[in-house]
Every structure is written in C-alpha cells, then in structure tokens.
C-alpha cells in the first residue's frame, strides 16, 4: 500500500503517496517533477544522485523515500537564486563553469550537491578535504581539477 | 595560421547553465505520453544454442504491450566491418550480452519481470573465452559461418582470426642479428570499459512510417544509418536526436540498440523508453576496451639506435566484430611508436572469443600498447646502461625521420614534449636522488593521429546579428561542438556567444562522424570555418554595395564591416543581417589526405599505417609505492603535449586532466574481469574501480605548440584521446623503479605489484598452510 | 506494492512494538537499501523507521565512566566527538572512511553494527574497545558484548524485536596510557569496502616502558570480526624502549599469529593468499599506530591514509 508523506523540496512542499520501497531519487524525479539529480548506479558508488536532506547529503537512490516524510529536500534545481530576471547562478555554479569543473555535466548536480554539503560544514576546507568529500561523486570527464578549483575558490572568495 | 593566433581567454561553454542549475535533459530525463518501458532478455549462457523460445507467458502478463525476438525483424546482418550479428539472436548466443528478446511494458519493473517469464531453451556450448588460444590453427570457431559475413576484404580474416595486420620495414630478422643487444617482454593487459556516468538510454516513437529516436550516443549518424539497416527502411524515415549526453569515451560509438527499441515502439505502437541500469550499462554494451596479449622484441646498439623491433600482438575482440575491426593494425603502430626503428615486423590479430565485443574506448588499443612499449623501452635503456630520458632522447622521431610503414614525418613536437615533461615533473632532482625511497618518476612516450572525415555545417545570421551554427558533430561532454562558435566568431569579426549551436539531431546537420576520433575540432571546424567563410563573402558583398567600397579593402571585426584602415567607415552586422538578405553559408572544407607510406610488404592496410598530423606525448607520473600490500598512489603528473595550436585552452587541459586520471584508473584499478565462462566478475562500480576525487594527483600540463603540416583549423590537432595513451606506461615505470621489477599486467592491481614486490623485495611470506604454531 | 508496509516509530517502544508485528527497523538506510539494491536481500515488506525516535543520536559518558554512544549516531557525528577523538581515535579511523560523506553522514552506528557484516570498518575497533550492545525488546533491556552479538554473516544473536538503543564502550580500566587504532587495505582512499582491516587496542605500562594491555581483531578474513588473541598475546608485554627492536619483533609476531587466525577467501577483490599476508601488514600498522597514539604521537585520521603527507 502507498504512504501518504509531505516533503519539501527547494523550499516548496509537496504532499505525496508513495510506495513504501520507492527511493526518493525516482520519487523527486518522477513524482516532483525535477530531473536535476540522475541516477547513475542506483547503489551509492556515484553521486549523481546526491541530495540534502535536512541539510545532510544524501545519496537518494538510497533513501527511501518514506523517510524523508517531513524533511527538507534541496536538489541541484535548488542552488540558483530566483529573481525577476531569471535564475542568478550561485558563487558554486558559476565557479564551475569558469574553472572548467562541467564537461558532460551528468555528475555536476551531484558535485554541486556535495560541494553545498561540505561548504556549510567547512566553510573554509584545505583541499585534501575538499577531495574526501567529493570522492562519493565519480566524474569520468573532468580528472576533478576543475571541480576542486571552483571548491577552493568558493572557499577563499575568488569565485 | 601562427601560434599565436588563438584564443587566450576563459570561455564559457554554452551548455554549462542548464548543466549547472538542473535544467538540462539527458536521454533519461524524457517521457513521451504514453510511453511504454523496455527490457531485454539477455543470453543465459556465454555460448549456447538456441533450441526453442516461447514468449507466450510473457505476452499474456497483464501490462505488456509487445515481446519481440528474431521472428519480428528482418533477417539482416550488420556490424562494422564485418556484418556478423543480429539485432536478435538467432541460433547461437555468443556472450552473456547477447539479446534474445526485448519486452515493451507499462513499468520498468514489469517490463522486467516479463522478459525473465520468457521460456529460453538451450543446448550449451563450451565457451571460448581464450582468445589466445582461439587464434590457435584448428581452434573452435565463434562464428562457424564466418566465410558468408559480408565484410571488408582487406582485413585477412580467417577463421576466429577476425583482422590480421603487419607493419613491415626493411629486414627485422637480419637486423636483429646485428644487434648489441636484444630484448624481449611479453605483457597482458585486462578489458576495461569507458564507463560514462550516465548509463545508456533510448527512446523511440513511431509517427507514420517514421520512426524518431531519442538515444544517448556518441555517433547520431552512425545509429541512424544502423535503425534502417537493421530495420529495412530508408535513412530518410528515422531521425536520431540526441539529449544532452552524459559522456561516453568511446563507449557510446556505433549503433546499439537503437534498432532494438525502434522495432519494440513498432510492434507495441507506443513510444518505448530504455533505461539501463549500470549492471546492464556493464554487461550489455558491444563495447569495451580490448584485452591484449603484447609480445615484442628489439635490437639494440649500444648507443641506442633500434635497429630491429619484432612484435605479435593478440587481441580480444570479443563475439562480434561492431566498429573495432581496425584494432589490429592501430595497435600494431602504436607497438612501434613514436620512434625511430630501422627495421620492423610486428603482426597483430584481432581475435573472435565468446566475451563481450571489443570496441573504440578512448584511444583504442593505444594504453595497453603504449604500456607495454614503454616499459619495454626502459628495459632496453637499462640493458645498454643508460637512463630512460636519454634512450628515448635519442630515439624519438623529428622532422625528416621515416616512420615504421614509411611515411616522413614533418615537425612533430615529440623531443619536445619529453623534455616539457621531464621538466615539470622535476626528474633532475629524482636522478639526484631527491626522492624518499618508496617513490620514483616513471616516464613514458605515446602517440595518435589526426583523423580526417567528411563533415559539414551550416552557418546562418537572424536578423539582429545573431547567429546560429548548425552542425551535424556531436558533443560527448568533451567541449569539441561547444568550442565551435569560437571558430566561426573569429571569421566572423563576431563574438563566441553571439552564436547558439543547432546539433544532435541528424534531420537538420550534415553527415559527421560523430564524437569519436578527437575530431571534432579538425574536421568540423573546418566545415564551420569553410561556412562562416560564405557568410563572411556575403556580409562583404552586402557591405561593399552599401559602403561602396570594394570588398577587398574591407575587414569584420568587434561585430562590423569596416574599411581596413578607417574604422569610422562601417556598417554593422546587425544591420546588415536585418536588410533581408539571406546570409547563409555551408562548408565542409577540404578533407585532408593520409601522408603516403610504403606499404608493400604489409598486409591488412586499413588507413592506420600512416599518421595524419599526430599528436606526440610524453606523460611523467611520480608515483608512491606501499612496498609492503602493492597499493600505489600516483602523487603528482606531468603531460606534455603536441596538440598542435590550442584553440581553446579551458577544454584542453580538461581533456588532459580526464583522460589522465581514467589512464590512471586503467593503470591501477579499472579491468573488467571475466570469469571462466566469460561472464563478468564486476559489473558494479564498487568493484569496477573508478579514480575518485581523492585519488587524482596535481597535474601539470604543457602545451607543445607549433606548426604542423597538414594540420587542423587554425594550426590545431586533436585533444580528447591523447591524454590516455602513454598515462599507464608512465605509471608502470615508476612502480618498476621503486620495487626492481616491472610489472607485465595490466591494471597493476595492488596484489599483482605486491607480487612481484614479494621476490623483487624479498618480502616475508607467511605460510599458513600447516598447524597454527599458537593453536 | 500490495503488503508493502511502512511506519514512523516515534519512541524506542514504538519500534519494539512494530518490530515485534513484524518489521524491519530502517535508520539511515545506508546498508539496507544498498544491500538489496546488490541483490543480497530484497527490502522487507514491513519497515519501521526509526531514524526520528529521539535520544538515540547523542554521545555521552555515563557515572561510571562508560561511554555511551546511541545507535542513531552517525559516522560523522563520531568525526565530530572530541571525546571518541581523545578515548577511541581507532573508532574514528574506521567511521572516517565508512563509504562517502554521504554514507557518513546517514550511515549509523546501529545500523553498521546490527548488518552484522564481516567487513563493516567500525566493527573491529568496538572489538577491541569491548563495546556492548544495549538491546531493547518487549521482555525487557539487556547487554551483549559484539563477540556474542554477531553470529555468522548478516546475522545477531538479537531477536526480532529487539532494538539496538546504543553501544556502550566501558570505562578504561587499570592505569597507564591507552591508544587505538583501525587500519584497512584500500586500493582507493575512499568508497571502498574492507578487503582485508585490524585493530587494534593497547594499554601501555604505568611508566610507559611496555605494552601492558593489548585486543587485536580482523575484519573481512573470517565469517564474523573476532578478536585473535595469539596476537594479543605477542604483544603484551613487548618493550617500547631501546631501538624498538623488541617492539619491531613483537609486532612482526603479531602480524603472524592474525595471518594463521585468518580464513579468507579468494574473490575479485583478492586472492586468499594475499588477504593471508595482508592481515599480517594491517594487524601490525593498526598496532604499531595504537602504540604509538598511547605514547602521545600524532598519527592522523584515519589511520589507513598512508600516503598523505602529514
């Protein structure tokens, strides 16, 4: 039988029925609508998935989504301000997309993600830490250099 | 062009938005109203015979739209260069990915279920998973037919031997003779896979006799070509769009199963949506990187002249032959390398074996080759007392020398690049004995070609001075097509972001080979730059009319035609595009020729045995061995790089920093394994181990740029396979130095360093084969 | 989806009240979900979340001097404990490389310890810590130490309404500096599982001089983590003054004595008889850091990153 949970997700709440093995992942994407967080392995080996919830980053492939009734989801769709021109990118995002951290950009909701988790944590990491939170978010395109600059520069100001 | 003309600043990609905010859609993002969900029934055994299948349990699951198998296509062959499959398989499964069946379903999980009620009756077969032994005269076939496939001539197949290629030059036999020292080394190296993030996914919806297919490939044209093949009908009645893709390396080349959906949308007359899961995304593919056996021999003189270089080469195809079958003769170049050898006679044979097909997977055949290679180069360093720096110093090719099937190369930046690298790694201060004991600097050399293809662009202005540029390349993720504005903004007097890119749909570009082959940049670019060229003729003409005067004293820049010298004297773009002229153009450019060779004595000349513009490499890995378990870390990396001019220096270094790290990943960590019935051991990214974040060392790059004949747009070469090349080989002749030995298989998995550590170090091995002394 | 079942416990009778109709408790999720997703056991028709119930996820040192860790505290809630940092570094060496900052950071010590794996990472130090699980079920609250908790792969000794409230590691008894640590061959730094780990605990003499104390457990090499006591055995008592030699020695020793007690199997992951030899490099790098963490030298967390420069 499906459970009836309310979720917030990026600030809106939703209320949904859901079946008790759902991940939240497929309920996000299929049942919120918002397709930001892919699924890359459906086992916790790639990130691509990661979402915070109540600030804790998650991989939500494996998170059932029952247990996320009542909590506070943010999803990469999440991270951009909201104003009357548009979407404005967040120091993260934009320091991505000039320190060459995005190439097929399939891990980057994920990295985001994780990045955000580590940021709010660490506000100011070494870069050693920075690599240990981001090794759960695999990318194939990047080496990571890219990704790890935009971290460091979030971190220092020089986004 | 001159170095000096290229693009300094950081640029944007343009798809980098909807990447970075969550907007983008990838293939698995799409839903089609409804849209029914497939799963393939997959072989139950590696090699078996069909002897009955009956899908009527299936067919009668409530929620199942359609089961198709062979029966419900065409009886038609296809496969790269040899036709040697089905979409279905129809007597003989010959790997654990065969498919036998696909159901169309309303759930996934139903779809699923359905397709393991399918009854699948089997005589089994021994499996053939040895592909050195199935080169053997007299071997069981994979395929007992293979003299009726249709397929390319020049190949020398013969039995299980699916392409036979020799590079041959002068008298290798003789020469060895005369050598001052011969060495030789046998080396082997594991199947590892491109392992994109983002499994495979595919969409079909039939509308009419058309059939539209959303699919994440790398190569839109090349699915599309495959959908009418397989299926019979005209190229014009399917059109291949492709999402935003979620990288490929090579994986994602050639058709797959986009046949397979189109066929499965037809018969349940629903839009049909694939997803795999990674399990399948491992399995399922005719697509992963070659296992090789690399035999190789070479004389010496003392002072480092190669005078001979014997190899024979065995390599894994796999059950079918998809898009690999110039594998023999590219592997059989990259044994010779980017070195000058006075003789050469080195064979390679792609062989059939009942594993998972072998494919393109970035730079395909170069890693192990090179890996091997360039150990066996610091094995003849050491044999004549010298340093590896100097031998290679001494032996790499430079303008004028004569390459192993004869071509003269003209400049190439290979002494240059092995100096940049040993520079930035600093190997002086490791000869100086500046490391602590449990590291060392390994080095290796690598090579790869430009590779010319017909492409074509449109480039046309809107009325405001915008432009569009619409293409028929594909972008993987590496940047290649979103690179493309800078070339036509540079002919243009325009600006890179005043142009939006109109691909990935092969109803509107112009044929491309699609994101394969590093180059995009090469032959696209200059398809676009041919483009922009017509568009450029045009604004002139239309700005001579209105400025009067004559459009040779005319130049565009900072988004206006102006008078050269009097740039007050200008009429902007913008106006111009809005008179109501069409501004228009198309290109494809000039396709350039392979450099001549002397190819008399070689057999299986497939196009390789000559290398248009390549690009040289040498990569510097110091690396950290835990003598005592093997585990190896690389601590830092140096590339250096003949790339040609660099266009577009954020996404170049991007390639470097990639394609390093999955080099290091197949160096250290990433095989698949096979069982002995040739199924997968690890199709999981818990035990297929991808490189994290914390794992990747500081990498320093150096770009070699300078002028190259027969180079690309504006001086440029390729980017996106190269840096994967010489990566491993670095790496394993560091590991040799820390422990005394090298070691000869591939990836050098901590317990394999470990057990070549345990003789070369003399490590303790405790034998707990009798009575526990405390029990 | 028909019999699927799941609910909110909101205190810890709740759950024992569920667990004894007939669900699963799920805190994190961590290995649960991820155990069925690689096939291992399909997710249980009736769950009960208990990852709300409160009182569970706080760290805290009772009168005695126990130190009570709840079984809703999470890996990284363990990084963050200044306490377990000071009294049980070897459980942190273990928690900081449990999976990704993910897994830490939803992953729970009750979850980790009740999945009752062979290769879970905080499994050996709570070992050697002596930690007791404190279960509670309808009949009432009672105490297992881990050795008579876990059973064989995946199971405990704990009945079906029985809940993990908390692991309890007592007060360290006798005098004399302590140190512990936990050591894993990796082939990655991070998201991996134990192919082959140890730990280690050590008390050192009133003077310092020599090892007064020792536990050393395996993890990954035989069904369930255990203590090898032939290897205590060496290295109680070893000398920790002069060169080291008899230090070197005692070690050398232990490695041996954790090598017989191991019964690995060959998989993908490796070979018996490299997991054999492993056991012995891991049982004296996790002792050799113990002892040293109790002489008061800095060795980083987690104890496995070798190759990171200090």
């Known amino acids: 039988m499906s459970v009836s949970i309310t979720v917030t997700v990026n600030g809106i709440t939703y209320p949904l029925d859901v079946d008790p093995h759902a991940s939240l992942l497929h309920t996000v994407r299929d049942q919120v609508g918002l397709t930001g967080a892919k699924e890359g392995c459906d086992d916790s080996e790639c990130g691509a998935c990661m979402m915070l919830v109540d600030g804790r980053p998650t991989n939500a492939c494996s998170y059932l989504a029952v247990q996320a009734d009542g909590a506070r989801v943010i999803t990469v769709e999440g991270l951009a301000e909201q104003d009357g021109a548009g979407e404005r990118l967040s120091a993260l995002q934009r320091a991505m997309l000039s320190r060459g951290g995005v190439q097929c950009g399939f891990c980057t909701p994920g990295m985001l993600i994780s990045a955000t988790a580590l940021l709010e944590r660490t506000p100011h990491p070494s870069e050693d830490e920075i690599r240990v939170a981001l090794s759960g978010n695999l990318c194939r395109c990047t080496g990571y250099d890219g990704i790890v600059k935009a971290v460091a520069a979030v971190a220092d100001g020089t986004a | 062009m001159t170095v000096t003309d290229r693009v300094e600043q950081v640029f944007i990609r343009p798809d980098g938005k909807e990447k970075v905010t969550g907007a983008g859609r990838y293939t698995a993002d799409l839903n089609l109203t409804g849209q029914a969900h497939a799963a393939f029934r997959f072989a139950d055994h590696p090699h078996a015979r069909i002897t009955r299948i009956d899908t009527a349990t299936a067919r009668a699951m409530p929620g199942v739209f359609a089961v198709i198998t062979h029966v419900d296509v065409p009886e038609i062959r296809y496969g790269g260069m040899v036709s040697d499959r089905h979409l279905f398989a129809h007597d003989v499964v010959r790997w654990e990915g065969d498919v036998v069946a696909a159901v169309a379903a309303r759930t996934p999980e139903l779809a699923r279920a359905a397709a393991a009620a399918i009854e699948v009756d089997y005589e089994v077969l021994d499996p053939l998973p040895d592909f050195v032994a199935n080169a053997e005269p007299g071997a069981p076939l994979v395929h007992a037919d293979w003299q009726s496939y249709g397929g390319s001539r020049s190949m020398g197949r013969d039995g299980n031997i699916l392409g036979r290629s020799t590079i041959v030059k002068g008298d290798a036999d003789a020469a060895m003779a005369t050598a001052d020292v011969v060495v030789r080394g046998t080396y082997r190296a594991d199947a590892s896979q491109g392992a994109p993030i983002e499994p495979r996914a595919v969409i079909a919806q ?74 399948e995304e491992f399995i399922a593919p005719d697509h992963r990187r070659e296992g090789m056996l690399i035999e190789l021999e070479t004389g010496v003189m003392r002072d480092g002249r190669i005078v001979a270089r014997r190899g024979r080469l065995t390599l894994d195809g796999g059950a079918y032959c998809g898009e690999g079958g110039f594998f023999a003769q590219m592997a059989a170049m990259h044994a010779c390398g980017p070195y000058v050898l006075e003789n050469v006679n080195v064979e390679s044979r792609l062989v059939y074996s009942t594993n998972q097909p072998s494919a393109s997977v970035r730079a395909p055949t170069a890693p192990q080759t090179c890996w091997a290679l360039e150990q066996h180069m610091d094995a003849i360093a050491a044999a004549i007392g010298l340093d590896g720096a100097e031998l290679r110093r001494r032996t790499l090719i430079e303008a004028g020398a004569v390459g192993p099937a004869g071509q003269v190369f003209g400049e190439v930046g290979a002494k240059q690049a092995l100096e940049a690298a040993l520079e930035l790694i600093g190997y002086d201060d490791y000869l100086r004995g500046e490391l602590p004991d449990d590291e060392a600097i390994g080095i290796a050399c ?247 974040a914390s794992d990747a060392p500081p990498i320093h790059i150096r770009w070699i740029e300078i002028d190259t004949p027969n180079a690309g747009p504006r001086g440029s070469k390729g980017v996106g396979e190269p840096p994967s090349v010489p990566t491993p080989g670095a790496i394993a002749n560091g590991i040799a130095k820390v422990i005394g030995r090298p070691v000869h298989e591939l990836p050098m998995t901590a317990e394999r360093v470990w057990s070549v550590a345990v003789d070369s170090l003399g490590l303790e091995w405790i034998d707990t084969s009798g009575k526990d002394p405390s029990a | ?211 007064a104390d020792a536990a050393v457990a395996i993890t990954a090499v035989t069904p369930v983590i255990v203590r090898v006591s032939a290897a205590e055995a060496c290295l109680v008592g070893a000398d920790l003054s002069g060169g080291g030699e008899e230090l070197e020695a005692a070690l050398q020793a232990a490695g041996r004595a954790a090598a017989w007690a191991a019964t690995p199997i060959s998989d993908v992951r490796a070979s018996l008889g490299y997991r054999t030899q492993m056991v012995a490099v891991m049982t004296r790098r996790a002792a050799a850091a113990a002892i040293a963490r109790a002489r008061g030298q800095q060795v980083r967390v987690p104890a496995s990153d070798w190759s990171v420069v200090r």
């Open chain 3, 1 to 211: 989806m028909s019999g699927r079942t799941y609910t909110q416990a909101g205190s810890v009778a709740d759950a024992v009240a569920a667990m004894a109709a007939g669900a699963r408790p799920v805190a994190g999720g961590t290995d649960l979900v991820v155990g069925a997703r690689h096939g291992k056991s399909p997710l249980p028709q009736a769950m009960v979340g208990i990852h709300r119930i409160p009182g569970l996820d706080s760290i805290e040192v009772d009168p005695n001097g126990a130190i009570r860790i709840g079984a809703l505290v999470s890996h990284a809630a363990i990084l963050d404990s200044p306490l377990l940092a000071e009294q049980a570094p070897g459980l942190l060496d273990a928690s900081a490389i449990v999976g990704s900052h993910a897994t830490r950071a939803n992953g729970t010590l009750g979850g980790n310890v009740m999945n009752a794996s062979p290769a879970m990472d905080t499994g050996a130090p709570l070992l050697c810590l002596g930690a007791q699980a404190v279960l509670t079920g309808s009949s009432g609250t009672r105490r297992l130490g881990l050795d008579e908790l876990w059973i064989s792969p995946g199971r405990t000794a704990a009945s079906a309404d029985e809940l993990l409230e908390a692991i309890e590691l007592p007060a360290p008894s006798g005098a004399g500096a302590r140190g512990s640590a936990y050591v894993r061959l990796q082939y990655r730094r991070q998201m991996e599982i134990a192919v082959v780990g140890a730990a280690a605990v050590v008390r050192l003499s009133a003077d310092g001089g020599r090892v």
């Open chain 2, 206 to 279: 039939w509308t009419g006799d058309k059939v539209t297919v959303w699919t994440s490939t790398q190569v839109p044209f090349a699915a599309r070509d495959g959908v009418a093949h397989t299926l019979g009908i005209p190229q014009s009645a399917v059109r291949v769009i492709v999402p935003l893709l979620g990288g490929g390396f090579g994986s994602k080349c050639d058709f797959h199963f986009e046949g397979h959906i189109a066929a499965l949308a037809r018969a349940a007359r629903r839009p049909v949506k694939l997803v795999f899961s990674r399990r």
């Open chain 2, 446 to 692: 690598g090579w790869w070609p430009s590779m010319a293809s017909p492409s074509g662009a449109y480039v046309k202005l809107n009325g405001d001075g915008t432009g569009v540029i619409i293409t028929g390349a594909q972008e993987c993720g590496s940047g290649a097509v979103m690179g493309l504005p800078l070339l036509a903004a540079a002919e243009l007097g325009m600006r890179p972001e005043d142009f939006t890119l109109h691909y990935q749909d092969t109803d509107s570009g112009p044929w491309d080979m699609g994101a394969s082959g590093s180059q995009t940049t090469f032959n696209n670019g200059r398809a676009v730059i041919e483009a922009a060229r017509e568009v450029r003729a045009q604004l002139l003409e239309l700005a001579s009319q209105q400025l009067e005067i004559d459009a040779a004293e005319l130049e565009l820049a900072d988004g206006v035609v102006r008078a050269a010298g009097s740039p007050d004297v200008a009429v902007s773009i913008a106006d111009l595009a809005g008179s109501g002229t069409p501004l228009l153009g198309k290109g494809s450019g000039e396709l350039p020729e392979n450099p001549p060779g002397e190819t008399s004595s070689c057999v299986g000349v497939l196009g390789m045995e000559t290398f248009l513009a390549p690009q040289l490499i040498t990569h510097a890995a110091r690396v950290k061995v835990d003598r005592q378990t093997g585990v190896v870390r690389v601590m830092e990396f140096a590339a250096a790089h003949d790339s040609g001019v660099i266009l577009n220096r954020i996404g170049a270094d991007g390639q470097v920093y990639g394609g390093v790290l999955m080099g290091i990943g197949q160096a250290l960590s990433e095989a698949t394994w096979f069982d002995e019935q040739g199924r997968q051991r690890n199709p999981g990214l818990l035990d297929y181990k991808l490189q994290t």
